[in-house]
């Protein structure tokens, strides 16, 4: 490749399209209007933690863009990382989360998230969690990057969705809480800097204006950016496009965690094979049987997430294989089978007994590190608008986060959010209407294109040049397809969900190889092959990423 052709690409690529505004106008005389105190977009562990929060002193609404439990959430398996058990400590829970995060984490963040996780889980298990126990006393297993057993699980590996039970059970039966299902947030509205709400879109009851005095993005991931993915249909980083064009600064974008182990069969979703079956013993071998882990790291299969993910597409690209296995025909079957009911029952449904076989696995994208950057207290760079789970950016993962960790941030940040929000109700300043006559945004109404197509193609594009491994030749490339796509995608206007969703993951796609570019060293799940040592003179630091204005 020429370098006149290189610095063609460049200049191209740097003619970037911002994308408008608003994704579809609206005129705030003939739409329906909505009001409450506190808005909650998201109905996950964190959206549903700040709603229960915020409802003791004001009333709340809770969006979600389908059923109230379809969420990143209730597919969650592993557990939550507390430090519940004797022997173990905040201060050791603390250091492994640093370890993890490799140099990236706020120090004071971790502290106060690890030290508030106890109180949040009882309250939890007071509101009716059942997690699982032995002779009346919670069972706790190890993970990988942890050094002590601190992960607490329900019904085996449904721990998500016990927390999700929980949390609807509440949400639903206080007065002050309403939640809309099926109702999709399109962009948040904003003037001057500060959030007054947002405009959201229902199937049957069409657009609404949702005003409100403070605003909750709880939007959670954006895994079907990529064509491997744990996460569901829903996780198309809307709360992170929608910040991104409302001003808000996002940060770290491009620590995308790849999972290690997710069930690998032609034709099968990516099923989220979790991190408690190495926990409890499970073996990773290659395609001859090898048992590969213990030669790239000391703890094993037990190493961070990033280590074993970078293992496991060494040792496929060694064999030339696919995928490789994860072996726990060693452990005794009633063990496994109680354990572990979700995944013998997926296993079983293709032909494998997770007792006798081995089980077929590799990477997929699971969660996105990065986010809506924000303060100690949730809230961003926008006034009146907080946000919290996996759409923000605490500064709790660092370049990586724990296993476990996740579910333990949502409930903690949830609640601050919730509770800082309720707390500055009456320092809000609520705008009742935008100018009556102005529709807020243009834009072609065109609707010839292939929006599945472009959408695969993406996915595609961004497991193959924006993965587990990186460098400059493929993140260009990257970039460059995107720009193109946006080009054509980013100034129509479309009247349903499906072409908003494809408009944000192209926005989202955009801002991770963006960031993914500008970052030039390897620091947890960011691995360029290009810069494969950590540079901690020049990139100790964060990647932040704003909208220019336009």
């Given at each position: 490749?020429?370098?006149?052709?290189?610095?063609?690409?460049?200049?191209?690529?740097?003619?970037?399209?911002?994308?408008?505004?608003?994704?579809?106008?609206?005129?705030?005389?003939?739409?329906?209007?909505?009001?409450?105190?506190?808005?909650?977009?998201?109905?996950?562990?964190?959206?549903?933690?700040?709603?229960?929060?915020?409802?003791?002193?004001?009333?709340?609404?809770v969006t979600t863009k389908e059923r109230v439990d379809e969420n990143n959430t209730a597919y969650a398996q592993g557990g939550v990382a507390v430090v519940l058990s004797a022997g173990d400590t905040a201060s050791k829970h603390i250091k492994d989360t640093l370890d993890a995060g490799q140099g990236l984490c706020d120090a004071a963040i971790v502290k106060a998230f690890v030290h508030e996780g106890p109180k949040r889980v009882n309250e939890l298990i007071r509101w009716g969690a059942s997690f699982d126990k032995e002779d009346d006393q919670l069972i706790f297993t190890q993970e990988g990057g942890h050094h002590f057993p601190r992960i607490i699980h329900a019904q085996g590996d449904s721990t998500g969705k016990e927390i999700e039970h929980t949390?609807?059970?509440?949400?639903?039966?206080?007065?002050?809480?309403?939640?809309?299902?099926?109702?999709?947030?399109?962009?948040?509205?904003?003037?001057?800097?500060v959030c007054h709400g947002a405009i959201a879109w229902h199937a049957k009851k069409g657009k609404m204006l949702i005003w409100a005095k403070q605003t909750i993005l709880a939007t959670g991931g954006c895994g079907q950016v990529y064509r491997e993915t744990?996460?569901?249909?829903?996780?198309?980083?809307?709360?992170?496009?929608?910040?991104?064009?409302?001003?808000?600064?996002?940060?770290?974008?491009?620590?995308?965690?790849?999972h290690p182990t997710t069930l690998y069969i032609a034709g099968a979703v990516r099923f989220l094979i979790t991190e408690t079956v190495r926990g409890e013993g499970g073996i990773l071998r290659n395609k001859r049987g090898d048992r590969f882990m213990p030669k790239y790291h000391p703890q094993a299969e037990l190493a961070p997430r990033d280590v074993v993910s970078q293992s496991i597409l060494k040792e496929m690209q060694k064999t030339d294989h696919t995928y490789v296995y994860i072996d726990i025909r060693h452990i005794p079957k009633e063990r496994l089978y109680a354990r572990f009911p979700k995944i013998r029952e997926i296993c079983a449904s293709f032909g494998i007994d997770i007792a006798k076989d081995l089980i077929p696995v590799r990477p997929s994208a699971h969660y996105m590190i990065g986010g809506v950057k924000v303060n100690r207290f949730s809230r961003t760079t926008i006034r009146q608008l907080y946000a919290c789970g996996e759409v923000a950016c605490t500064g709790m993962h660092g370049a990586n986060r724990l296993g476990s960790n996740s579910l333990l941030e949502g409930l903690v940040a949830g609640t601050i959010a919730g509770a800082d929000a309720s707390k500055s109700i009456e320092r809000a300043k609520r705008q009742l209407f935008p100018s009556p006559t102005q529709e807020l945004t243009g834009g072609s109404k065109i609707s010839w294109l292939d929006l599945n197509d472009i959408g695969n193609s993406l996915k595609s594009l961004m497991w193959r040049d924006a993965g587990i491994e990186r460098d400059e030749k493929h993140l260009l490339e990257a970039e460059e397809m995107i720009e193109m796509w946006c080009s054509y995608v980013l100034d129509k206007e479309f009247a349903n969900p499906v072409g908003w969703e494809l408009q944000n993951m192209l926005l989202v796609s955009r801002l991770i190889v963006v960031s993914a570019r500008n970052r030039k060293e390897s620091r947890g799940v960011h691995h360029r092959s290009d810069y494969p040592k950590t540079d901690n003179i020049r990139w100790k630091k964060h990647v932040t990423i704003k909208r220019t204005k336009s």
């Open positions: 490749m020429t370098n006149k052709f290189i610095k063609d690409r460049i200049r191209f690529v740097k003619k970037q399209t911002e994308p408008k505004r608003y994704l579809s106008s609206f005129d705030s005389r003939t739409t329906a209007h909505v009001f409450t105190d506190v808005l909650v977009i998201g109905s996950g562990v964190a959206g549903l933690s700040a709603a229960i929060q915020a409802a003791k002193h004001h009333a709340v609404l949390l609807v059970k509440v949400a639903k039966e206080n007065k002050n809480i309403k939640i809309f299902e099926h109702t999709f947030v399109i962009d948040l509205i904003t003037e001057d800097g744990t996460n569901p249909d829903v996780a198309t980083g809307d709360g992170l496009a929608m910040a991104y064009r409302a001003g808000a600064t996002l940060q770290d974008m491009e620590f995308v965690q790849f």
